[in-house]
């Protein structure tokens, strides 16, 4: 499988930008955003299950995002709303077995199977 991310770019802070993750297949697995910021490590943002009912978010996304997926499609979204310069970074979609809890566990991650190339996006203050 595959994974294109799309949609990142530059915005003011306090705007809103949509991620878009198209898989080159159908995939069942759980599907996810994480994010690298310059000098800090890969940091888990969101992920959804196969059926998009079970959601689960970072620390991060602190209420301001919203993970969503189109099966049909294959293709996973990450709307990101009231942005701040401290969201400037890399975006990555991500795809891998298990669970969303288990994707972005703090203690015992399951580590995704698949990675896109990432987007970035830029936050200005």
């Known amino acids: 499988v595959q994974l294109q991310a799309s949609g990142g770019g530059s915005v003011q802070a306090g705007g809103s930008l949509r991620l878009s993750c198209a898989a080159s297949?159908?995939?069942?697995?759980?599907m996810g955003w994480f994010r690298q910021a310059p000098d800090k490590e890969r940091e888990f943002v969101a992920a959804?299950?196969?059926?998009?009912?079970?959601?689960e978010y970072g620390d991060s996304a602190n209420g301001r995002f919203a993970i969503s997926r189109d099966n049909a499609n294959n293709t996973v979204y990450l709307q990101m709303n009231r942005l701040k310069p401290e969201d400037t970074a890399v975006y990555y979609c991500?795809?891998?077995?298990?669970?969303?809890?288990?994707?972005?566990?703090?203690?015992?991650?399951?580590?995704?199977?698949?990675w896109g190339q990432g987007t970035l996006v830029t936050v200005s203050s």
């Open positions: 959804i299950s196969w059926s998009g009912i079970v959601v």
């Open positions: 991500a795809a891998g077995p298990g669970s969303a809890r288990a994707m972005g566990s703090k203690t015992n991650p399951t580590p995704p199977r698949y």
């Open positions: 297949k159908p995939t069942g697995d759980v």
